[in-house]
């Protein structure tokens, strides 16, 4: 899973501030899922999505999360206005079809202060 | 809203001793998966197990899918200290879609 790369390991940020996540899939994946994990809990998938769409976003908060993945570039998770109800392990996984299992980033922590 | 309910959420155990941990669902999934994740990493897939009644080994690990894919089960033979950790299931909502449903994972100590 060393393949799926997520950045950054670790973010601070503020209460009210934006949080930006990335996630670069591995070589030949077009189709990336993003979990959150809080403390002590297993994962909750938020959203899946192939290149420039959007296929579920089920598990995502209606307000302040979005996520895209462009043509070009990595997958970003984006929170605005984050609260300390934010704060988690965010993980990205990516795989070539819908199909095959999917390989799990090494996640980034989130800490809201 | 489909849950995976894992049992024991906590297990310390003896090296060499035997364990066994449980997934169950009253929802079927067309696959389920065991991971295993180390402290500050991402889950690593063990294996897969997609058949009614399937079951695979893996050294020392057996993993068995329920006959009506509804539950799995995880078994640990001798375990040893390298098999500390979380193990999580998760099954597949969809026919051959991985959005995952997990469990809330078994924290495994296996004492020297």
């Known amino acids: 899973n060393a393949g799926v790369m997520q950045n950054p390991r670790h973010l601070v940020r503020r209460r009210g501030q934006e949080a930006r996540l990335r996630c670069s899939p591995m070589k030949g994946h077009s189709h990336v899922y993003w979990y959150r994990q809080l403390p002590e809990e297993g994962l909750k998938f938020m959203v899946y999505l192939q290149k420039e769409n959007i296929i579920d976003e089920s598990g995502m908060p209606k307000e302040r999360f979005s996520a895209e993945f462009p043509k070009e570039g990595p997958s970003i998770l984006r929170i605005q206005q984050v609260v300390r109800g934010d704060s988690a392990a965010y993980f990205c996984a990516s795989s070539p079809n819908s199909r095959t299992e999917a390989f799990f980033g090494q996640g980034t922590r989130l800490t809201v202060v | 809203t489909q849950l995976l309910e894992q049992s024991p959420q906590f297990l310390s155990i003896q090296e060499g001793e035997n364990l066994t941990v449980y997934c169950n669902s009253s929802s079927v999934f067309s696959s389920l998966q065991w991971y295993r994740q180390e402290p500050g990493e991402g889950p690593v897939l063990l294996v897969t197990v997609v058949?009614?009644?399937?079951?695979?080994?893996?050294?020392?690990?057996?993993?068995?899918?329920?006959?009506?894919?509804?539950?799995?089960?995880?078994?640990?033979?001798?375990?040893?200290?390298?098999?500390?950790?979380?193990?999580?299931?998760?099954?597949?909502?969809?026919?051959?879609?991985?959005?995952?449903?997990?469990?809330?994972?078994?924290?495994?100590?296996i004492n020297p």
């Open chain 2, 51 to 109: 058949t009614g009644g399937e079951v695979k080994k893996l050294k020392r690990l057996t993993f068995q899918f329920g006959d009506a894919r509804k539950d799995s089960s995880l078994h640990i033979t001798a375990a040893q200290p390298g098999d500390t950790g979380l193990y999580l299931c998760a099954g597949a909502t969809h026919q051959g879609a991985q959005k995952l449903v997990f469990g809330q994972g078994t924290r495994l100590t």
